[in-house]
């Protein structure tokens, strides 16, 4: 008889970080050829090797400096005690098919690391930026272009400019007028509208006003369709306005357990949800409604004042903005230069060169947007050499008639594709790109010609074509015959 089984001893390891990546061309996760290497961002020489387990997720371990903490319980009061350190992370891939990249991170990190993609920009004056983060910390102490005075709170005559603005200790304040008698709000409104798609946009509330002073966080359509929150007299208030008819939920005030707040959109059940926080790291859900108007463009409003009069409506202080993408459990991989293209996929590739300074546009950024898919990017490598690789579009459907009419084939099917770059040089470039400043460039101007005097924004697709983008000797429009240049120039902006 076998004796019983007895526990003398249990040990827990911690894997600091797990790492999963996905092909953005394809969606397709990536579990293997690649190379994960980290260090300490002080010490670069103390570098440790990733391996990809069965799941295909690639583990560090016994990385300089975190032996203690993978000895660790693992447990929630391990994570909230843990000391964090910044670390660097080296990706490449040993076959060939992606583009190396690194990026900055404090570890342990809890569970699988996320990746915040790119959040664009809605508003209508020309195309969004790539990698647009719409964040203040208000560390400059003055207001930038990207925020105006006003209010969102109607009627118009609601805005006052003698309720105080401004930008001061690195931090937002607003101080409503005392016994004003009439409605009387002013802060910051966004000059632009935001993509709250899938996004969430968060304020840390140090300071809200007092009595019936209101402290104001809006998401808005228009007038009439709009996301926010709202304290006055001691209740924080989760407000929505849709067709202009409004809802509100209703909470007491807790300074402490409500410092942050949060709406945030989740593409899963397409609903918008009302969070607070104490520490930006623990959310409560205070309020979920269903998505009822578009979000793709909102106009963002931190604001203050009252709606009637208050002896002493005190101060409304914020920081720490922030509007960007809902983080996912996989990061991205940009296909290399030399990638090749199996079936159902379309290339765009191109040899970027920077015609002012004579050089490789190397790390460059390339967009192509056809036939309303989602924007296919990628960015160049240190020669400046860049392959966009995405699915190619459906071809057109036709209502059903009798006869039927006539239809391309596929394989003669083309489609208009609309190009956009952005880049600002590096000199020296560097080795291996820093992910997140590398998606951050600002726009620059690709050229059709070699003088340099009509962009390029369009070309065209053909199905079982590779498409190869360059230059020419002579602007099309004045010289139809001339001659491709071997690249797609390419200026930064200003």
């Known amino acids: 008889?076998?004796?019983?089984?007895?526990?003398?001893?249990?040990?827990?390891?911690?894997?600091?970080?797990?790492?999963?990546?996905?092909?953005?061309?394809?969606?397709?996760?990536?579990?293997?050829?690649?190379?994960?290497?980290?260090?300490?961002?002080?010490?670069?020489?103390?570098?440790?090797?990733?391996?990809?387990?069965?799941?295909?997720?690639?583990?560090?371990?016994?990385?300089?400096?975190?032996?203690?903490?993978?000895?660790?319980?693992?447990?929630?009061?391990?994570?909230?005690?843990?000391?964090?350190?910044?670390?660097?992370?080296?990706?490449?891939?040993?076959?060939?098919?992606?583009?190396?990249?690194?990026?900055?991170?404090?570890?342990?990190?809890?569970?699988?690391?996320?990746?915040?993609?790119?959040?664009?920009?809605?508003?209508?004056?020309?195309?969004?930026?790539?990698?647009?983060?719409?964040?203040?910390?208000?560390?400059?102490?003055?207001?930038?272009?990207?925020?105006?005075?006003?209010?969102?709170?109607?009627?118009?005559?609601?805005?006052?400019?003698?309720?105080?603005?401004?930008?001061?200790?690195?931090?937002?304040?607003?101080?409503?007028?005392?016994?004003?008698?009439?409605?009387?709000?002013?802060g910051y409104v966004s000059a632009a509208g935001w993509n709250l798609t899938d996004a969430r946009a968060t304020v840390e509330v140090i300071q809200t006003t007092t009595n019936k002073g209101q402290t104001v966080f809006t998401l808005a359509l228009d007038a009439n369709n709009w996301l926010r929150f709202l304290f006055e007299s001691a209740k924080l208030n989760f407000q929505t306005k849709v067709g202009g008819a409004e809802t509100a939920t209703t909470i007491p005030a807790d300074a402490a357990q409500q410092r942050f707040w949060r709406l945030r959109h989740e593409r899963l059940g397409d609903r918008v949800l009302f969070e607070t926080s104490a520490d930006a790291a623990n959310w409560v859900v205070r309020r979920e409604v269903p998505r009822q108007f578009s979000l793709k463009s909102l106009t963002v409003e931190l604001n203050a004042g009252t709606a009637s009069s208050v002896a002493s409506p005190g101060k409304a202080v914020f920081d720490s903005f922030v509007l960007e993408s809902n983080p996912t459990q996989s990061l991205p991989l940009y296909s290399a230069p030399t990638r090749p293209v199996t079936g159902g996929l379309a290339?765009?590739?191109?040899?970027?060169?920077?015609?002012?300074?004579?050089?490789?546009?190397?790390?460059?950024?390339?967009?192509a947007r056809v036939n309303g898919q989602p924007t296919a990017r990628g960015y160049a490598d240190a020669e400046g050499r860049v392959a966009l690789v995405f699915p190619y579009p459906e071809p057109p459907s036709f209502v059903q008639q009798n006869p039927p009419p006539p239809t391309t084939p596929f394989t003669r099917q083309e489609w208009p594709v609309s190009i956009f770059a952005s880049y600002r040089p590096q000199s020296p470039a560097p080795r291996v790109p820093d992910l997140k400043a590398t998606l951050a460039q600002p726009r620059a101007t690709l050229w059709a010609d070699a003088a340099r005097t009509t962009p390029l924004t369009k070309v065209t697709l053909r199905s079982g074509q590779q498409l190869v983008v360059r230059s020419n000797e002579a602007s099309t429009d004045a010289a139809p015959d001339s001659r491709p240049l071997p690249v797609l120039l390419i200026t930064p902006a200003g």
């Open 1 to 186: 008889m076998n004796a019983p089984f007895r526990l003398l001893e249990r040990q827990t390891l911690v894997a600091p970080l797990g790492l999963r990546f996905r092909d953005a061309a394809t969606g397709e996760l990536v579990g293997g050829g690649l190379s994960v290497a980290i260090y300490p961002t002080d010490d670069p020489s103390r570098r440790a090797t990733g391996f990809v387990n069965r799941s295909g997720v690639y583990v560090v371990s016994h990385a300089a400096g975190l032996r203690e903490a993978e000895f660790g319980a693992g447990d929630k009061a391990f994570w909230d005690a843990a000391p964090k350190r910044a670390f660097t992370v080296e990706v490449s891939d040993t076959e060939g098919r992606f583009l190396p990249y690194s990026f900055q991170t404090a570890l342990p990190f809890k569970g699988i690391h996320t990746w915040t993609w790119p959040l664009a920009e809605a508003g209508a004056q020309g195309p969004p930026e790539p990698a647009a983060r719409f964040s203040d910390d208000f560390t400059d102490n003055t207001r930038d272009a990207r925020w105006k005075l006003g209010t969102l709170t109607p009627p118009a005559s609601a805005f006052d400019d003698k309720v105080t603005v401004a930008e001061t200790g690195e931090r937002l304040e607003i101080t409503p007028r005392t016994s004003a008698g009439v409605k009387a709000y002013n």
């Open 347 to 367: 290339a765009l590739r191109a040899s970027l060169w920077d015609a002012g300074r004579d050089a490789p546009a190397a790390w460059a950024v390339l967009e």
